[in-house]
């Protein structure tokens, strides 16, 4: 049996009791979110469904909506890649948030005040589960490292890179059995011994052979990476093989 969507085993008491009765509603519940939101990003937790709680209040509400909470929020979701987390809470934002800055300000009404860097935010921000999603993880390093402004957003995210190399090596590790070490490096964004310290140590993986790029990592078979041999079997009955010879000798030449 599956866990639950709702389920957080960390989720302090007050704020299960504000998401199981009318206060998740209650606009007077979003600062307390907020700090749990901060909370989340200070000792390494994760709650989707208190972080959605806060976006729907600030649907609902706008005048009270946060920049800060919402990108916080935004980057805890890529620390667990490959969910589809990211993309459900971006769809709470709303539209002129989710446009390019440039497009929401030449079309429609102007935006609030403070809006548009928060648009640039999350537009950065969704460039980033974009290049995850496309496994891209080597530009995905080199984009978080093009712009000061990526350094601002993770700062709150306590051990971010850490956390997303732990991800990125968890999905490796499921579709690779072995990969050229210049490869890996680029994708967990290490080199030397710090690299080889990771994939030792927290990977459990081997490094074969020199020192160089062109050294292997020979990752475990587990049941993920496991090659296995598919057998495709196709049962005919004898009495339907049988209408379809007494059919075609019935057929008028």
């Known amino acids: 049996m599956g866990i639950a969507f ?20 209650n606009p007077e519940t979003t600062t307390i979110f907020q700090d749990y939101v901060a909370q989340q990003c200070e000792d390494r937790t994760y709650d989707c469904y208190a972080n959605l709680a806060l976006l729907k209040l600030y649907q609902f509400n706008p005048h009270l909506t946060r920049d800060e909470p919402t990108t916080n929020i935004l ?12 993309s459900l809470l971006l769809h709470l934002l709303p539209p002129h948030i989710l446009s390019p800055t440039s497009i929401s300000s030449a079309s429609g009404p102007t935006p609030a005040a403070g809006d548009a ?14 290049l995850l999603e496309q496994a891209n993880y080597s530009g995905f390093w080199a ?8 350094a601002d957003l993770i700062a709150d995210v306590n051990g971010f890179e ?7 090596a968890s999905c490796v590790g499921q579709g690779c059995r072995e990969v050229e070490r210049g490869v890996c490096e ?4 290490l080199s030397g011994k710090e690299f080889e310290g990771f994939v030792t140590e927290i990977c459990a993986w081997e490094v074969d052979g020199s020192d160089g790029s062109t050294a292997v990592i020979r990752i475990p078979v587990n049941k993920e990476n496991e090659a296995k041999g598919t057998v495709i079997r196709e049962e ?3 009495d339907q093989f049988s209408r379809v010879i007494r059919r075609a000798y019935e057929q008028p030449a």
């Open 6 to 25: 709702d389920y957080a085993p960390d989720r302090p008491e007050h704020i299960e009791a504000i998401l199981n009765g009318l206060d998740r509603y």
């Open 75 to 86: 980057v805890k979701a890529l620390t667990i890649f490959p969910s589809p987390d990211f």
């Open 117 to 130: 860097p928060l648009s640039e935010s999350v537009q950065k921000l969704s460039l980033l589960n974009s």
């Open 143 to 150: 984009t978080l490292d093009s712009d000061d402004l990526y």
């Open 162 to 168: 850490e956390l997303m190399r732990v991800r990125i």
């Open 186 to 189: 680029g994708w967990l964004n």
């Open 236 to 238: 005919v009955r004898f």
